[in-house]
DNA sequence: TATTGTTATACTCTATAACTATA
DNA sequence: TATAGTTATAGAGTATAACAATA
């Protein structure tokens, strides 16, 4: 009689990435969730044009992957916030040009310093070297799909 | 003037982290969804008790770190579909020993044959040695928080 | 009083289709 | 016709409190 070899839950990595996301963004999301009221979709439309500076809704739809309807929410929670503001495009008045107002920028610069906290914390029993390659292999499974979010 | 050392989002660990697990979990997800109508809890329910054998709720609460009216809501799934059965104890009748029916066990070999697949495909494009850390770095990060869900 | 498990409820997240306006 | 963005809606996921039954 055969036997299937086990099945190995916890090794089985799609687990193995849920569980360690939820537990790397726990700390987070409650920071920013309690300091400023925002939501996932938020906080990363919010890190998107602090980083890169302006955008159009479009442009952070395709470098975060998320789909447009979610980002059009998450950009008038964000105005609602006075966090950013609406600029027209001159060229295409489809086009909203997004960026980041004063207090949308002290907002990322508190939140980006809380991110750094808490990335310390989660990367303090790894070796360097570990961490680099972590980091790649990743980024490696995430643009396997590219796909609509 | 002195400039705040640039955030890079791409590099942010709980960032990587979830868009790393949605890519991984995407393909697996579909299947057990559209060939068994399977919810996420309730295909990591039927998995515990595929790897692991008869288990109460309880025990499985703290195996996966899944909150008790998550399972609660899942095992009642399963019983419906015939996946599994209740079976009261004994010694204390507030638990209740669940095991998989032969259909369940049928179809947890089929998933489980299913998820290998899956990761096979993941893991095409790392190095063994890559996956091995990976695995353990995940499994680090993972239970740096155990807290409810 | 504490524990196992259920039910109710509300809120967040995701996915899709239909729509407006501009091009 | 196609594109940028919005609105509506439903289904999935998460969190909490209140509850019943048993210990």
Known sequence: ???????????????????????????????????????????????????YGTLSAKEICEKAAIHKTKVSRAVAALENKRLLTRGALAEDRRVEQLDLTAKGQAVFEDLSAAAERFEAELVDGLAPDDLDRLRDNLLHLANLRTGPR
Request: aromatic share 18%; hydrophobic share 40%.
């Open 1 to 51: 009689m055969t036997r299937p070899a086990p099945f190995h839950l916890p090794h089985f990595l799609p687990y193995l990435l849920n569980q360690a996301a939820e537990a790397a963004s726990q700390g987070f999301q409650e920071y920013y969730r309690t300091r400023y009221g925002m939501l996932r979709t938020e906080w990363r439309v919010l890190f998107h044009l602090g980083c």
